[in-house]
């Protein structure tokens, strides 16, 4: 067990919607990651919030976006959900710089009909 | 060229064996190299980092970074059935925030 705990579990969600999911980081830890993994497929980074900034940003258009509240928990908002957005959204939690490893979440399952 | 690749397998093994699992990447500024282990439907498990050339042990792993050659490797010694897995490559280049993960490579190991 990491400490990192991410809510919910699995969402259903039809075409369209909107999504919050939320992740809370282990103790000590005031630095957090999301990725996206498909199916199959190795995590891809979203973007990265330090100290309530966003920190960082990977390939993933504005309608993904986030925020990380002071006690260094964070969430993931997406909009307008497509169908690929189907994955496991992963968070991760670390220490910060220059300590830059990486402690993942249980995940949260999205399905998007 | 994808930044970070794995055969992704399957790779088998019978128990007892040492399992060896590759991967390359292709940025040369890159700084910090992990392995995480994932098993099906469940979220990676860190098992190692490593920084510095040359090997990196860890009970029954040892993890071996080439920055010359641009690769590292995780030995996994007296494989367990309970290793099978898909084993994640991610890489950190300095300066960026992400890990760069590769695709994986599933671990059978066989009874």
């Known amino acids: 067990e990491t400490g990192v705990t991410q809510s919910p579990t699995h969402l259903i969600k039809t075409r369209g919607q909107q999504v919050t999911l939320r992740c809370s980081s282990q103790?000590?830890?005031?630095?957090v990651s999301w990725y996206q993994q498909a199916l199959g497929q190795g995590p891809q980074f979203i973007f990265q919030y330090y100290r309530e900034e966003e920190n960082g940003r990977g390939n993933f258009p504005p309608r993904f976006s986030g925020l990380q509240f002071p006690n260094y928990s964070s969430e993931l908002n997406v909009n307008a959900l497509e169908l690929d957005d189907s994955a496991l959204y992963l968070c991760a939690s670390s220490l910060g710089p220059p300590d830059d490893t990486q402690y993942f979440g249980p995940g949260t399952r999205l399905t998007v009909l | 060229q994808k930044e970070v690749e794995q055969n992704s397998g399957p790779l088998s093994v019978p128990e007892g064996a040492i399992a060896s699992l590759n991967c390359t990447y292709s940025?040369?500024?890159?700084?910090?190299f992990f392995w995480y282990r994932q098993y099906s439907g469940k979220s990676p498990e860190l098992i190692m980092s490593i920084y510095s050339n040359g090997d990196k042990e860890d009970g029954r792993f040892t993890a071996q970074l080439n920055k010359a050659s641009q690769y590292v490797s995780l030995l996994i010694r007296d494989s367990q059935p309970s290793d099978s897995a898909t084993y994640l490559c991610?890489?950190?280049?300095?300066?960026?925030?992400?890990?760069?993960f590769g695709s994986g490579t599933r671990l059978q190991v066989q009874p």
């Open positions: 103790s000590g830890h005031n630095t």
């Open positions: 940025d040369r500024v890159s700084q910090s």
């Open positions: 991610a890489v950190k280049v300095a300066g960026r925030r992400a890990l760069t």
